[in-house]
């Protein structure tokens, strides 16, 4: 059986108000081991705010280059296939995508294919809070992936392991003897802020998140 755990940054909370995908993270899980995985960002063509960037480290100068969605559906929808989707909160980012998916008149993602864990973890903690860092205290989950700033690539990775342990399947790691998975480690696991950046990219975020933080000081 194949799976998807996918994650998504936007713009904002809401897509009715005309927030955007900014980002989107999936690794696939075939009869519970790790797989392919699936990285893009997204240019919004909407402008981030300083709030929306203290989130997830993110700039609009950083999106400019990026296509904008409809240039990358087609390499999404190849990816996920029509195969179980495994989200968190599943009812946020299944929502953003069946709302760009709508705008590009494409088909929308139904209900029946997509595992909201979310849902999953408050039957197995009731009435305790089961956000992913939560769940990872609570699982006692060995995650080295830095949460200073969320990103979908390393937030699917950490609902990779949320999701295997609520299911009752131990954690698992990288096969590192499979080259892409050995490359991808070295990159999603020990570094803080926004996956997949060049070391001047990260250089620039760090300079500007130093700038806010002075700020506020």
């Known amino acids: 059986m194949r799976e998807i755990i996918l994650d998504i940054e936007t713009t904002g909370l ?6 955007k995908i900014i980002e989107i993270g999936c690794f696939e899980l075939i009869d519970k081991e790790l797989g392919l995985f699936y990285h893009q960002y997204i240019n919004p063509n909407k402008k981030l705010t300083e709030e929306n960037i203290k989130v997830h480290g993110i700039t609009n100068e950083f999106l400019n280059p990026f296509p904008p969605f409809s240039e990358i559906v087609e390499n999404f929808l190849d990816f996920i296939k029509d195969d179980i989707i ?3 909160n599943a009812k946020f980012d299944i929502g953003f995508i069946n709302n760009e998916l709508s705008e590009e008149r494409l088909n929308q993602i139904s209900q ?3 595992v909201d864990t979310l849902v999953i973890a408050r039957d197995v903690f009731p009435g305790q809070q089961v956000n992913l860092d939560s769940l990872v205290k609570k699982l006692k989950i060995n995650s080295m992936v830095n949460r200073d700033h969320h990103g979908a690539l390393k ?3 950490i609902l990779t392991d949320v999701y295997l342990e609520l299911r009752g399947h131990t954690q698992m790691g990288f096969n590192l003897t499979n080259n892409d998975n050995s490359k991808l480690l070295k990159k999603i696991e020990p570094f803080a802020g926004t996956i997949l950046l060049t070391k001047e990219e990260t250089d620039e975020h760090r300079e ?3 700038k806010i933080e002075a700020q506020r000081t």
Not at 14 to 19: E, F, R, T, V
């Open 208 to 210: 500007f998140i130093k």
């Open 112 to 114: 029946d294919r997509v």
């Open 14 to 19: 809401d897509y009715n108000s005309g927030h």
């Open 155 to 157: 937030d699917a990775k």
């Open 86 to 88: 495994v989200a968190h």
